[in-house]
């Protein structure tokens, strides 16, 4: 009698396979989901870094040309079509984003919170520290 040369895998070395697959899945979605947090809020500070470069050179070019900084103008949607709102674009390629508060030590950016998707960060010159909301 001649023996049978089965091929394949059976039933039920399928299922363990699927198993270890689905505790390893288990096991590592958590800790991916906190990579992508921490990404976006680095991303985040990053962006609002550039505003608040941004907003500082345009807050020293108007104390230069006028010797006070309107600190109302600076209140801006950065997809908005206002002058400011245009020159914040480029100088801090952003192309989305709100100022929501900014205020002034003297002629330095002293706080600025920029909100995007849904969250903010808020920059201190005080403690130098970009804080997440």
Same mark, same amino acid.
């Given at each position: =009698?001649?023996?049978? &040369? &089965?091929?394949?895998?059976? !039933?039920? @070395?399928? +299922?363990?396979?699927? $198993?270890? !697959? ?5 096991? !590592? $979605?958590?800790?991916?989901? %906190?990579? +992508? ?9 990053? @962006?609002?870094?550039?505003?608040? =470069?941004?907003?500082? #050179?345009?807050?020293? @070019? ?6 006070? /900084? ?13 002058? *400011? ?5 480029? !100088? ?5 984003? @709100?100022? *929501?508060? $900014?205020?002034? &030590? %003297?002629?330095? /950016?002293? *706080?600025?919170?920029?909100?995007? %998707? %849904?969250?903010?960060? #808020?920059?201190?010159?005080? *403690? ?6």
């Amino acid at each position: =009698m001649k023996k049978q &040369n &089965n091929r394949g895998f059976t !039933l039920v @070395e399928i +299922i363990v396979v699927l $198993v270890i !697959l689905a505790i390893l899945a288990a096991l !590592l $979605v958590p800790s991916l989901t %906190g990579y +992508i947090d921490r990404a976006g809020s680095q991303a985040l500070i990053a @962006e609002t870094r550039l505003v608040v =470069m941004a907003v500082q #050179t345009l807050a020293s @070019e108007s104390y230069a040309a006028t010797g006070r /900084v309107d600190t109302d103008r600076f209140r801006v949607s950065l997809s908005g079509d206002t002058a *400011t709102a245009v020159e914040l674009r480029r !100088l801090s390629e952003q192309d989305t984003g @709100e100022v *929501t508060a $900014v205020t002034f &030590n %003297g002629t330095a /950016v002293a *706080t600025l919170t920029l909100a995007k %998707g %849904g969250r903010s960060c #808020t920059y201190s010159s005080e *403690t130098g520290i970009y804080s997440i909301h």
